[in-house]
């Protein structure tokens, strides 16, 4: 079995190859990752050595690129994780994300349309559903909600959901599509909430909460994600989406409330900052379908998991200490300087 993982040298397409390698230890791994701000490769680094892992530079946008890795390598399944995945990003600067998202999308169908493969596996977002209000606590989004997007971002992976289901009626391309709550985990680069707020309190400087911090999301410990899909490729039914998530809603306040306490920081760094543009209210999985069709269940609680990885950020702080030294830097300065 090959396998091909786009986006590999991100957040969760990197945990996704190390699960992988443990889990299916024949299996080959090809990873396709462009290195964006957001693609490092020290990420990577535990499994460069490995006979059945390759890596390949390369943008799923470049159609010619990716058209050449399918004719030289022989794939079986492939991931689409690679994408421009930070909604203030997308606010700041909108064309990227459709030339990723959108028009790189299409190139990975056209090219699974053209070589053939027996799965190409969309790694979606609960995003695409829009959000939900903050005084409904019984309103969960199912595979049926209503597509309605809020940011460019949301959009962009709105579009390409709908690509991959037209590629899959009209071409007959054997696809599946998750859409996921929020994740978190090693590996997760600091502009997202967890890791910058880790970051942040154990350098002691202020955590920029948005708004008034109420904005609700539905955690999910990124191993648990990467479970799900992997049984989605090998169980999965073509043709259908599934919704990934764990009932671990939180408020971003108490999230951070969390953080600092584990990290016996001091609650007077919380700063609250002008909020996002648009900022969707509450975002809540009904994971039913993915449970009753191929029997996954999360395994880490919000309080485990959140352990976890905050005992990765101290054990690997040359990881995260390498990223916010250098260009990301002058973002953070953008974004925050005047808020
Ligand atoms: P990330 O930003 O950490 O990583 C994205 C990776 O894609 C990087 O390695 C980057 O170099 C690569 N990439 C970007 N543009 C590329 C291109 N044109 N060609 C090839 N590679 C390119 O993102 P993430 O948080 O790991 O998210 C991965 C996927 O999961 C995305 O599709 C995202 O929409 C989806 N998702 C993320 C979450 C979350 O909470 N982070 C939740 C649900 C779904
Ligand atoms: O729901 C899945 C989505 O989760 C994925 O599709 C996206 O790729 C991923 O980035 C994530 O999107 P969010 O916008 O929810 O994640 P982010 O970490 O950027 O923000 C989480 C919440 O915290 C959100 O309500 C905004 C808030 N926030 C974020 C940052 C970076 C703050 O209050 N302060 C901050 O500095």
């Known amino acids: 079995m090959k396998i091909l993982v786009t986006g590999g040298a991100g957040f969760i397409g990197g945990n996704f190859i190390h699960y992988m390698m443990k889990e299916h230890k024949n299996y080959e791994i090809l990873c396709v990752d462009a290195l964006t701000y957001a693609g490092n490769m020290e ?176 955690w999910l410990y990124v191993e648990d994600h990467c479970r799900a899909i992997d049984m989605i490729i090998h169980k999965g039914t073509i043709g259908e989406v599934y919704n990934i998530g764990g009932h671990n809603e939180r408020t971003n306040l108490e999230v951070v409330k969390t953080i600092i306490r584990a990290l016996g920081a001091s609650e007077e760094l919380i700063t609250y900052v002008t909020d996002r543009a648009g900022h969707d209210l509450r975002y809540a999985i009904n994971p039913t379908k993915i449970h009753r069709e191929l029997g996954w269940l999360p395994t880490t609680t919000f309080d485990e998991g959140i352990k976890k990885t905050i005992k990765w950020y101290l054990d690997h702080k040359k990881w995260w200490e390498n990223i916010i030294s250098g260009e990301y830097q002058e973002y953070y300065d953008k974004m925050y300087g005047n808020k």
């Open 43 to 218: 990420t990577l680094a535990p499994v460069m050595e490995n006979p059945k892992f390759k890596f390949i530079k390369a943008d799923i946008a470049d159609r010619p690129a990716i058209y050449q890795i399918f004719e030289e390598e022989s794939l079986d399944i492939v991931v689409n994780f690679a994408a421009e995945s930070h909604v203030d990003r997308s606010i700041e600067e909108p064309e990227i994300f459709l030339r990723t998202n959108v028009m790189g999308t299409q190139v990975m169908l056209d090219a699974c349309r053209k070589y053939g493969i027996h799965r190409y596996h969309q790694v979606s977002t609960d995003e695409v559903y829009g959000d939900l209000p903050l005084d409904r606590p019984e309103l969960f989004f199912i595979e049926e909600t209503p597509i309605h997007t809020s940011s460019p971002y949301s959009a962009s992976k709105a579009s390409a959901d709908l690509l991959v289901q037209a590629y899959h009626r009209t071409f007959k391309v054997p696809v599946t599509i998750s859409r996921c709550s929020n994740n978190y985990g090693p590996y997760h680069f600091p502009e997202k909430l967890i890791p910058l707020m880790i970051a942040n309190a154990l350098n002691g400087k202020p955590l920029p909460v948005y708004g008034k911090g109420e904005n609700v999301r539905d």
